[in-house]
């Protein structure tokens, strides 16, 4: 089971100025997450931390692929992520997430990118996801061009209606009458 550990930076403990830290993520990482949208897939982090006052700038940039379902045939497809992304800290009293800032608490000077992590990286994913053509499932292609092409006759010449709507059609060409 991969441990979210090294994930955690001690806000704390940093000195000032700049400190980097490096992941290569795999599957798991993703099952470590539990999240719903990516469950597989390799990404390498960046995580640059700097580190003036009692704030603290981090950079995070991600970059490898991961594995989401075809929006066509539903099978897994690769997808390549690159992001740049930044999040802004500072210690507090408790932690809490107000837009951009994030405070963590003072007795608890942790902050768990794990999460974070998983949000650039699913937010880097375009909403369409489709195979490079010709590469998506035959068997599954075949079976959506039989239902579109029923679909698709359907509309040609006279629509079949169902017979609730014809009995309500009726009742209103009585009331017309």
Known sequence: MYSLEPLKIDLEGLKEGVTSFAYDLDDAYFEAVDAPEVRRGNVHVDVSVSR???IYRID??????????CDRCLDDMEQAVCADNSLTARLGEEYSEEDDLI?????DSQLDLSWFIYEFIALDIPIKHVHAP???????????????????????GETPVDS???ELEKLKNKIKD
């Open 134 to 156: 010709g590469k998506c499932n035959p068997a599954m292609i075949k079976a959506l061009e039989e239902h579109s092409a029923a679909r698709s006759t359907e509309g040609e």
């Open 103 to 107: 405070t963590v608490g003072r007795d």
């Open 52 to 54: 003036s006052g009692g």
């Open 60 to 69: 995070i940039h991600t970059e490898g692929t991961v594995h989401v379902p």
């Open 164 to 166: 609730r709507w014809s």
